[in-house]
C-alpha cells in the first residue's frame, strides 16, 4: 500500500521555524518526485516546493523561496520541508504528495502527482 504521511506541522510565532516531514512506504521511493502543497481556508491549493528525483533539482515558490527548504533523504524514505522567517499568510493544512512520471517542468502543477498524504496543520500567528 502507497502511503504519505506528514508531521512537524503546529502551531508558531511569525519569524519562526518548523521543520515538516513527509515519510513514505509501500513505492521505491527514490523513484519518485516529492512536493508539497499547502491548502489556506477558502483557498485553493498551492504549490510551495519540489524535489524530483533528480539529484539538486528543486523548485520553489516564489512567496517561499529563500525561507522555506526542501530536501530528501532516500534511506529514509522521508523529504522534509524546513520552513524559516515564517509569516501569518503561510498558515494552512500542508500537504506532500508523489510522482514516479512527473518531469520537472510541471512539478507545480498537483494534478501531476498520484499519492498525496492526509496534510499536516501548520498556524503562523502575527
Known amino acids: 500500500e502507497v502511503k504519505l504521511v506528514e508531521s512537524g506541522g503546529g502551531l508558531v510565532q511569525a519569524g519562526g521555524s518548523l521543520r515538516l516531514s513527509c515519510t513514505a512506504s509501500g513505492f521505491a521511493f527514490d523513484g519518485y518526485a516529492i512536493g508539497w502543497f499547502r491548502q489556506a481556508p477558502g483557498k485553493a491549493r498551492e504549490f510551495v516546493a519540489a524535489?524530483?528525483?533528480?539529484?539538486?533539482?528543486?523548485i520553489y515558490a516564489d512567496s517561499v523561496k529563500g525561507r522555506f527548504t526542501i530536501s530528501r533523504d532516500n534511506a529514509k524514505n522521508a523529504v522534509h520541508l524546513q520552513m524559516n522567517s515564517l509569516k501569518p499568510e503561510d498558515s494552512g493544512i500542508y500537504y506532500c504528495?508523489?510522482?514516479?512520471?512527473?518531469?520537472?517542468?510541471?512539478?507545480?502543477?498537483?494534478?501531476?502527482?498520484?499519492?498525496w498524504g492526509q496534510g499536516t496543520q501548520v498556524t503562523v500567528s502575527s
Open positions: 524535489d524530483s528525483r533528480t539529484k539538486g533539482a528543486t
Open positions: 504528495a508523489a510522482s514516479s512520471t512527473i518531469i520537472l517542468s510541471n512539478m507545480r502543477n498537483s494534478r501531476g502527482y498520484s499519492h
